[in-house]
């Protein structure tokens, strides 16, 4: 009875399964609450009525155009780099604005309408126009190599003693130069540029952080009546092997019998 009894003296504590069940649902249900947040304000913002407005857009015109040439990136198999050639042979092609005879940015005018749900509010930002400036370029260096290693015999005057070794060395096999343009970009004119945002009223965050506080809650106490269900269940499971043990035979002990035709013990 007392190995029966340490047996099953680690029952789960009520208190403990409780507290583990509600932060289980508590955190399924904090998600859930969040998902269904969001999804609440998307209906709401689509319940609202389709607003529109047309506004006057203006932008610079650009074209693309070679600015400058840079030498071709190449492969040279020694040091020094006497072979490399720097002749600049590669264009290099960036976006200009356009300008007019009189050296002013050409611009293009054109509407496009804006619709959403909700109101429709217009705000204006400065951008900016920036023309390109070639400045020659610069160049960077790699090294193409590989690591080889081999096995030699060293003898160890601590150990006195001969003993196998790595060694590895390092093998250039030649260098890759690269060459990059170098661009400045100087602010020649500035517009105005709307941006059109649509008031709806309606919080995705609010709505995500109270579903998500709601959802933590039901979940908490949803979690924590599992809980105490499972422990419920589980003390009964074995509450009743306890029994089924208690309630089974004991072995008896079994006596060997007599062989026929075997000398019978006497009794002194």
């Known amino acids: 009875m007392q190995i029966k009894s340490n047996l099953y003296s680690d029952k789960p504590k009520l208190g403990d399964s409780i507290l583990?069940?509600?932060?289980?649902?508590?955190?399924?249900?904090?998600?859930?609450?969040?998902?269904?947040?969001?999804?609440?304000?998307?209906?709401?913002?689509?319940?609202?009525?389709?607003?529109?407005v047309t506004l006057n857009i203006k932008e610079p015109v650009y074209e693309t155009k070679e600015i400058g040439k840079i030498?071709?990136?190449?492969?040279?198999?020694?040091?020094p780099l006497n072979s490399v050639n720097t002749t600049p042979t590669e264009p290099v092609y960036e976006k200009v604005p356009l300008k007019d005879k009189n050296g002013n940015v050409i611009y293009k005018e054109y509407q496009q309408t804006f619709q959403g749900?909700?109101?429709?509010?217009?705000?204006?930002?400065?951008?900016?126009?920036?023309?390109?400036?070639?400045?020659?370029?610069?160049?960077s260096i790699w090294e193409d190599s590989d690591t080889d290693c081999y096995t030699t015999e060293e003898y160890d005057y601590y150990?006195?003693?001969?003993?196998?070794?790595?060694?590895?060395?390092?093998?250039?096999?030649?260098y890759?130069?690269?060459?990059?343009?170098?661009?400045?970009?100087?602010v020649i004119d500035t517009y105005q540029k709307p941006v059109v945002k649509f008031e709806t009223g309606v919080s995705y965050a609010q709505h995500m952080i109270l579903g998500g506080l709601m959802g933590a809650a039901v979940g908490g106490v949803i979690g924590g009546v599992l809980g105490a269900v499972v422990n419920?269940?589980?003390?009964?499971?074995?509450?009743?092997k306890e029994n089924s043990m208690e309630g089974s035979p004991t072995p008896q002990e079994e006596v060997p019998t007599p062989k026929e035709g075997a000398p019978t013990p006497e009794k002194n």
């Open 20 to 52: 583990k069940g509600a932060t289980i649902g508590a955190g399924v249900g904090g998600a859930t609450g969040i998902i269904l947040g969001a999804i609440e304000a998307n209906k709401k913002v689509k319940a609202l009525p389709v607003e529109s």
């Open 117 to 139: 749900h909700g109101k429709p509010l217009v705000n204006y930002e400065t951008k900016e126009v920036k023309e390109p400036t070639f400045n020659g370029y610069s160049q």
């Open 176 to 186: 890759w130069v690269r060459f990059y343009p170098k661009i400045d970009y100087k």
């Open 71 to 79: 030498p071709k990136n190449q492969y040279v198999p020694s040091w």
């Open 159 to 174: 150990d006195e003693e001969y003993k196998t070794v790595e060694r590895c060395y390092e093998d250039i096999d030649g």
């Open 232 to 240: 419920k269940l589980s003390q009964l499971e074995k509450q009743k």
